[in-house]
């Protein structure tokens, strides 16, 4: 009789001590600064040639929010950028444009600098951004990462310095603008694979959508790790 009094507070302790080994030292909430960003920065155009920029705002717990945003050239003469955010190349040079959203009386802005030729270059694009995951609970996890753009799709790479604690319950990867919350997170899977490289294709995602890895407790709703993409 006293094994079956026993088994479920066996199962509890166990649950309890799963979940405080997930849960970090410190104590965090959803805040993250607002930011707004240019998704599709470019460094070179060729005269004559348009890009068409886009840019998100991110609002304090790092969801996309819907805000007007003003286009500006620091330079028309060199490049021109209208209501849209359509850049057009007028002459060799450099400028820089300017995204601003005015949020609550403050003005949030995001640059990019872009030189104009007279002759055909890559436009300097975006393809590949890298990172360090550290653990941020009392599990081992950490290793290093690398994210390709591969045509609309994105290559994530974990590099063979990766290891993590085959302990962790319901482990999963997510892509995020908030490394406190995995609301509006996008859902990479389940961790399967502690030790050693690995690859995640992530479809229909674009390099600058977001800026975290972030490596979460399910059944706890903990954080685990993080690593922050550049």
Same mark, same amino acid.
């Given at each position: 009789?006293?094994?079956?009094?026993?088994?479920?507070?066996?199962?509890?302790?166990?649950?309890?001590?799963?979940?405080?080994?997930?849960?970090?030292?410190?104590?965090?909430?959803?805040?993250?600064?607002?930011?707004?960003?240019?998704?599709?920065?470019?460094?070179?155009?060729?005269?004559?040639?348009?890009?068409?920029?886009?840019?998100?705002?991110?609002?304090?717990?790092?969801?996309?929010?819907?805000?007007?945003?003003?286009?500006?050239?620091?330079?028309?003469?060199?490049? +021109?950028? $209208?209501?849209?955010? *359509?850049?057009? #190349?007028?002459?060799? !040079?450099?400028? @820089?444009?300017?995204?601003? =959203?005015?949020?609550?009386?403050?003005?949030?802005?995001?640059?990019?600098?872009?030189?104009?030729?007279?002759?055909?270059?890559?436009?300097?694009?975006?393809?590949?951004?890298?990172?360090?995951?550290?653990?941020?609970?009392?599990?081992?996890?950490?290793?290093?990462?690398?994210?390709?753009?591969?045509?609309?799709?994105?290559?994530?790479?974990?590099?063979?310095?990766?290891?993590?604690?085959?302990?962790?319950?319901?482990?999963?990867?997510?892509? +995020?603008? $908030?490394?406190?919350? *995995?609301?509006? #997170?996008?859902?990479? !899977?389940?961790? @399967?694979?502690?030790?050693? =490289?690995?690859?995640?294709?992530?479809?229909?995602?674009?390099?600058?959508?977001?800026?975290?890895?972030?490596?979460?407790?399910?059944?706890?709703?903990?954080?685990?790790?993080?690593?922050?993409?550049?």
């Amino acid at each position: 009789m006293s094994s079956i009094f026993l088994k479920p507070h066996f199962i509890w302790v166990m649950a309890t001590f799963l979940c405080l080994g997930c849960i970090g030292e410190d104590y965090v909430d959803d805040f993250v600064e607002p930011t707004l960003r240019i998704t599709n920065p470019i460094s070179n155009l060729q005269t004559s040639a348009m890009h068409s920029y886009k840019a998100t705002y991110l609002n304090s717990i790092g969801q996309p929010e819907n805000v007007p945003i003003t286009w500006v050239s620091s330079n028309a003469s060199i490049v +021109t950028i $209208n209501e849209l955010g *359509i850049a057009t #190349a007028v002459a060799e !040079g450099e400028a @820089t444009i300017t995204a601003s =959203a005015l949020i609550d009386g403050n003005s949030i802005v995001a640059k990019n600098v872009i030189r104009i030729s007279t002759i055909a270059m890559e436009s300097g694009e975006e393809s590949s951004k890298s990172g360090t995951i550290a653990t941020t609970s009392g599990y081992s996890l950490e290793g290093s990462f690398t994210l390709e753009a591969n045509g609309t799709d994105l290559i994530l790479s974990i590099s063979s310095d990766y290891v993590a604690s085959s302990s962790l319950p319901g482990l999963y990867l997510y892509l +995020t603008n $908030n490394p406190n919350s *995995i609301n509006g #997170a996008l859902e990479v !899977g389940p961790v @399967t694979v502690f030790v050693g =490289a690995h690859s995640y294709t992530i479809k229909n995602t674009g390099i600058n959508n977001y800026q975290f890895l972030l490596y979460w407790c399910k059944p706890f709703s903990v954080k685990v790790a993080e690593g922050q993409i550049y």
